[in-house]
Nanobody, 121 residues
């Protein structure tokens, strides 16, 4: 059974940091991505990383503040979020796609349940 489980969300003040984790099980995952959805907004791409970690692309809104990494031995992907802003408040979803790389949510077929990140100003 394929499963993606996020953890690490919570409440943080603006300017603070959080580290999200996504533990994957059930099979080997190729590209892993993080997406987020704020209240009354569409789900949006945050960042994705390919299997080797050689390709990682960030949304402009998080570039320079967020860092994605993965530990394939642990089947886990991480999202280090620094200098958080109120506009980062959202439910963050981990997702996986068999494609070599993609930032298109439609190409991701496995999704976690999401973890809430709330940034207070």
């Amino acid at each position: 059974q394929v499963q993606l489980v996020e953890s690490g969300g919570g409440l943080v003040q603006a300017g603070g940091s959080l580290r999200l984790s996504c533990a994957a099980s059930g099979r080997t995952f190729n590209t892993m991505g993080w997406f987020r959805q704020a209240p009354r907004k569409e789900r949006e791409f945050v960042v994705a990383i390919n299997w080797s970690g050689s390709i990682a692309t960030y949304a402009n809104s998080v570039k320079g503040r967020f860092t994605i990494s993965r530990d394939n031995a642990k089947n886990t992907v991480y999202l280090q979020m620094n200098s958080l802003k109120s506009e980062d408040t959202a439910v963050y979803y981990c997702a996986a796609t068999p494609r070599p790389y993609s930032s298109d949510s439609l190409e991701y077929r496995d999704w976690g349940q999401g973890t809430q990140v709330t940034v207070s100003s």
